[in-house]
């Protein structure tokens, strides 16, 4: 498919449509001989125009261009944002099927996100905490994050850093939640873990505590024995799927028998448990996956999130250009909608990626009444995130954001400026919140 544009700032608008029709590789933009024309407010296609006064009409009369032309369309309509439900602030669900072209089945998931989410109560003068440990045993092939593969020495300094900048940071003694994520945190040894563990408890009380656990190989008994005598509350053990084969091209490996053991003992010790999978994965189809479902069945986890892959610069599976199969990741995305009814399992967040295969979506789920605070105060920006080491992310709910060093070197050099910046930033919030 061959576009010209005369205003390129209209490019983005028109890429995002084209993406859910086409892969990135089947459309290009040119100067001549094009397949869609769109100048002076017209769009030109097989010999007919169509007008367009908004970039809102401009994306409705593309999508159904491209709807028509290629006998496709999106249960998610024109609608490319990655946070849906913060349209409901100025639309109702019928302006969203009206307007937007969502679907009925997007509808219904949407209610039942807010429905989920209405039950909770949130306050846009609390502040929350996000500590970035940014080692990983391996680097998986989909991953795009600045994380890092490292010897003990290197985490035994990162550590030492990061007690600095959370003793010198002055936020309320009372948090909401705390995300101690990356990176894998279970990378850490049991020395450093406790040592950051009793720190944050020295200085902190909170109603969440959530720790990124999400490889079993980073894992023991002790590790949990020390998590939960440190008020963690939450882990997140996740496997991105069962199928061997798929994890192995990855970089993923998993020895299920001591996945199986850990996540035992992490129920016995109350946990409340989250399992992420990715839809999606290279290798991996709508039989290969129906295995997790079987394996969820039995163990139950409290939340369950299914991510749909989104190819993302900085990845292998950018770099080579790896994907997995659309039409498969379409027909996983309806299993697990039955899955999940079937097995009492409750949308609680949502949120969408650039890229995501099948114009999919990433889903949490909980059973139970356990849904995780920070992903939906995270997601939906419904109360002030602190971010701590590095390339680590602020942001207030009156707008403002701060993002720590995204290497080591710099925030290692630079860790008095960010502690002094993230200061100034959480006192003016203080003294004018809103």
């Not at 913060?86 to 307007?99: A, C, P, V, Y």
């Not at 490889?215 to 069962?242: A, H, M």
């Not at 989104?310 to 990845?315: F, R, Y």
Request: with cysteine; aromatic share 12%; hydrophobic share 35%.
């Amino acid at each position: 498919m061959r576009i010209y544009l005369e205003n390129e700032n209209l490019r983005k608008i028109v890429y995002d449509i084209l993406n859910i029709f086409y892969a990135k590789e089947e459309f290009t933009f040119v100067g001549e001989n094009p397949d869609i024309s769109i100048k002076n407010g017209l769009i030109e296609f097989e010999n007919k125009s169509y007008f367009f006064d908004s970039n809102l009409k401009l994306k409705q009369i593309l999508f159904e261009i491209l709807q028509e032309k290629n006998k496709k369309s999106s249960d998610w309509g024109i609608l490319t944002g990655s946070k849906p439900l913060k349209l409901l602030k100025n639309h109702s669900f019928d302006d969203l099927k009206n307007i937007y072209k969502l679907k009925d089945n997007k509808i219904d998931l949407l209610k039942s996100v807010k429905e989920s989410q209405d039950k909770l109560i949130f306050n846009p003068k609390s502040f929350n905490l996000y500590i970035n440990i940014p080692f990983c045993p391996q680097r998986c092939r989909y991953c795009s994050y600045p994380t890092i593969v490292s010897k003990a020495v290197e985490k035994n300094l990162y550590v030492d850093f990061l007690l600095k900048e959370i003793s010198q940071i002055n936020l309320p003694k009372k948090l909401d939640t705390i995300y101690l994520g990356g990176g894998t945190p279970s990378n850490l040894s049991l020395k450093d873990l406790d040592r950051l563990l009793s720190l944050i408890n020295e200085k902190f009380i909170f109603d969440e505590f959530t720790l990124e656990a999400g490889r079993e190989d980073t894992l023991d008994f002790n590790k949990l024995d020390l998590f939960k005598e440190k008020n963690v509350g939450r882990i997140s053990l996740n496997p991105q799927t069962f199928t061997r084969n798929v994890l192995e091209n990855i970089n993923r490996p998993i020895d299920f028998e001591n996945f199986k053991k850990i996540y035992a003992y992490a129920k016995k010790l109350a946990f409340i448990v989250n399992m992420d999978f990715i839809v999606g994965l290279f290798g991996e189809n709508r039989e290969s996956f129906s295995k997790n479902f079987e394996i969820l069945k039995n163990l139950r986890p409290d939340n369950i999130t299914f991510h749909a892959l989104a190819q993302k610069v900085g990845s292998k599976y950018f770099e080579e250009n790896i994907n997995g199969n659309e039409i498969e990741a379409i027909k996983i995305g309806k299993d697990i909608e039955k899955f999940t009814k079937e097995n009492s399992y409750k949308p609680y967040y949502l949120y969408r990626q650039k890229n995501i295969i099948g114009n999919l979506e990433n889903i949490g789920y909980e059973k139970e009444n356990t849904p995780q605070r920070y992903n939906i105060l995270i997601n939906e920006e419904l109360e002030n995130i602190i971010g701590l080491g590095m390339n680590a992310n602020s942001k207030l709910t009156n707008g403002k954001k701060y993002r720590n060093e995204r290497n080591l070197r710099d925030y290692y050099k630079n860790i008095e400026k960010e502690i002094s910046d993230k200061n100034k930033l959480i006192e003016n919030f203080i003294n004018k919140p809103l």
